[in-house]
């Protein structure tokens, strides 16, 4: 069983900077692909970014040039680092662990972030 864990939210002010980062245990030769995803209120979860087991990433368009995701190697742990935050990054951000080998996903319980003045 893969369980995820993120940490790091918290309340920023617009133009600020977070680092979020999320940490998947469990069998890890099964653990592929990893990334993240939001939701805010009223709203569908969405992809913020993506980075495979050899550190091939990919972002949504909103949040190209101003976040960052990375992987470690050998280890099935992230971070997304979040810089010039807007009102609009506001939601709880979802780290996604994906099954290395079937049509599986595992989720992290999610972490809050707030961008306001």
């Known amino acids: 069983q893969v369980q995820v864990v993120e940490s790091g939210g918290g309340l920023v002010q617009p133009g600020g900077s977070l680092r979020l980062s999320c940490a998947a245990s469990g069998p890890s030769n099964i653990i592929g692909d990893m990334g993240w995803f939001r939701q805010a209120p009223g709203k569908q979860r969405e992809l913020v970014a993506m980075i495979t087991i050899s550190g091939l990433t990919n972002y949504a368009d909103s949040v190209k040039g101003r976040f960052t995701i990375s992987r470690y190697n050998g280890a099935h742990a992230i971070d997304l680092q979040l810089n010039s935050l807007q009102p609009g990054d506001t939601s709880v951000y979802y780290c996604?662990?994906?099954?290395?080998?079937?049509?599986?996903?595992?989720w992290g319980q999610g972490t809050q972030v707030t961008v306001s003045s």
């Open positions: 996604l662990a994906k099954h290395r080998y079937v049509d599986r996903d595992y």
